[in-house]
């Protein structure tokens, strides 16, 4: 019964130059063999882990001639002809045109100046695995981890944290005001200050009427539209604030000129004076002298 050959296990799955000898195949997996062990018993080849799964099986016979208890030992002389067979680079398919002993494989995928189309970890420790060809360009320009500065208030630190976490506290950073003013963009540490004085920010009436306006508007809309401004009354001259003396005031203005009901040709009279004017009007409607003897005509006072 054939053993399986668990991952990780059996000999050099490489792709050699030449085809690798009968010789120094592995019995079990017809791998060149990797640790190669000879069996005492029949005199074949086995890899040491081809070997160790064998004898934990529940066969534990010789693979080949079906001796139960067999014995092997270790042949350094088909390991030195494993080792010194040609082999192409891993990465071939990927471009790479390296062929060496096998022996010396691991150093060509593993150092430094070997070979460029192994996948290695980045340098930085971000996780990526990459091609060496592009590992200094990776490390350089496009690694999250990569130490950056920031460009508005040269803080250095890694490329994420710089572009994330710091960007939204970063003091430097130019903020357009919201307001779209023409002075466009201002640094963060800079913007209260300038919306405390943006042209184009809606406050709060300075007066509290409660009216809500764009900053360069807040002059005029005092000065001229606020209801309540200070202003003078124009006939008495009492201060007070626009919409109360527009108001209540002008219902009691001893000074506000009124029309005489009678349409006299006095035209208006001060309030104050109303009663005094009524009583001298010639167009006032007054009883007859002779009402007391029982006259009932109503005339002007001129008549």
Not at 87 to 116: A, F, M, P, R
Not at 139 to 149: A, G, I, S
Not at 272 to 301: F, S, T, W
Request: net charge negative; aromatic share 4%; hydrophobic share 25%.
């Amino acid at each position: 019964m054939a053993i399986a050959v668990l991952p990780g296990g059996g000999g050099y799955d490489h792709q050699f130059v030449n085809t690798p000898p009968n010789l120094v195949l592995c019995v079990v997996c017809h791998l060149p063999s990797r640790d190669p062990h000879l069996t005492e018993c029949c005199g074949h080849i086995i890899c040491k882990s081809c070997l160790q799964q064998t004898k934990a099986s529940p066969y534990t016979a010789c693979p080949m001639c079906k001796v139960k208890k067999f014995t092997t030992m270790y042949n350094k002389q088909i390991d030195r002809e494993v080792k010194s067979l040609l082999v192409y680079c891993t990465n071939k398919e990927k471009g790479c045109e390296w062929q060496g002993e096998l022996n010396y494989i691991n150093n060509h995928l593993g150092n430094s100046d070997g070979c460029q189309f192994e996948e290695v970890k980045c340098s930085n420790e971000c996780g990526k695995m990459i091609e060496r060809r592009y590992l200094t360009s990776h490390v350089e320009t496009e690694c999250p981890r990569r130490k950056v500065n920031c460009q508005y208030c040269h803080d250095g630190g890694e490329h994420e944290f710089i572009e994330g976490q710091h960007k939204e506290e970063c003091p430097k950073l130019p903020l357009a005001c919201p307001n779209k003013c023409e002075v466009g963009t201002v640094p963060r540490e800079d913007m209260e200050a300038h919306r405390k004085e943006c042209q184009l920010e809606i406050i709060n009436c300075s007066s509290d009427c409660g009216k809500k306006l764009e900053r360069r508007h807040l002059c005029s809309h005092v000065e001229t539209e606020c209801p309540r401004r200070k202003v003078n009354c124009q006939y008495c001259h009492d201060r007070g604030e626009h919409e109360f003396i527009e108001g209540q005031h002008k219902e009691e203005c001893p000074k506000l000129p009124l029309a005489c009901p009678n349409k006299c040709e006095v035209g208006t009279v001060p309030r104050e004076d109303m009663e005094a004017h009524r009583k001298e009007c010639p167009l006032e409607m007054i009883q007859c002298d002779y009402h007391n003897v029982g006259c009932e005509v109503r005339m002007a006072r001129k008549d």
